[in-house]
């Protein structure tokens, strides 16, 4: 599979934000009463956002690379490149996730100069878990995320 990446744009993010992911996994839509935030969220420069396109140029998933794949809890010390990720929700869930993950991977280490890659995902949401797994993350830490009950687990790549 053949992905670029492009800095997200507006239109980008007005198509994210519309995305809506079914249970269990609605946690991860973003919220359409608070649009306007989530659009300078999105496109602010300093969140690191990029869209991830096929070859048609369609919009099929975005990452982030930085401190906006951080949960406040977690340790960070170590010098890693913090990823996140997003699926088009009508592409997840048919086992294409590893060459998504395989692309963001290759695509921030060398973007960045990072010798290692962290992701930090809910411990409820197994399918993520599996995907990074697959590309070679593993888990270095489990925590509850401040001020909820929320677990977390920290998984780690060396390039
Ligand atoms: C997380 C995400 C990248 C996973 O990609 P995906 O294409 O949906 O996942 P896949 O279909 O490739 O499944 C990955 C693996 O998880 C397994 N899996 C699916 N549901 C599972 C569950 N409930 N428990 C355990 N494993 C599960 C699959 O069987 C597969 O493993 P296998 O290849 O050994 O059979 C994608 O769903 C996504 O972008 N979701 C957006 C929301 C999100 O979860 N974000 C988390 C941050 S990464």
Redesign the pocket.
């Known amino acids: 599979m053949k992905f670029s990446f492009r800095r997200l744009e507006k239109e980008h993010a007005l198509s994210i934000l519309r995305w809506r992911?079914l249970p269990p996994?609605d946690s991860?839509n973003f919220d359409i009463n608070t649009i306007q935030a989530g659009l300078c969220y999105l496109i602010d420069p300093k969140n690191a956002f990029y869209a991830i396109l096929n070859v048609h140029e369609e919009l099929e998933?975005y990452c982030s690379f930085g401190a906006d794949g951080q949960v406040p809890g977690g340790d960070y010390c170590t010098e890693a490149l913090d990823i996140?990720?997003?699926?088009r929700p009508d592409?997840?869930?048919?086992?294409?996730?590893?060459h998504?993950?395989e692309a963001v991977v290759k695509y921030g280490a060398n973007q960045y100069k990072a010798q290692k890659c962290r992701?930090t995902?809910?411990e409820l949401?197994?399918?993520?878990q599996?995907?990074?797994q697959?590309v070679g993350f593993e888990q270095i830490e489990k925590f509850v995320k401040t001020g909820t009950e929320e677990e977390f687990v920290i998984m780690i790549y060396a390039v």
């Open positions: 992911y996994y991860y998933g996140g990720m997003g699926m592409l997840v869930g048919q086992g294409q996730g590893k998504y993950a992701v995902i809910a949401n197994k399918r993520a599996r995907v990074w697959q």
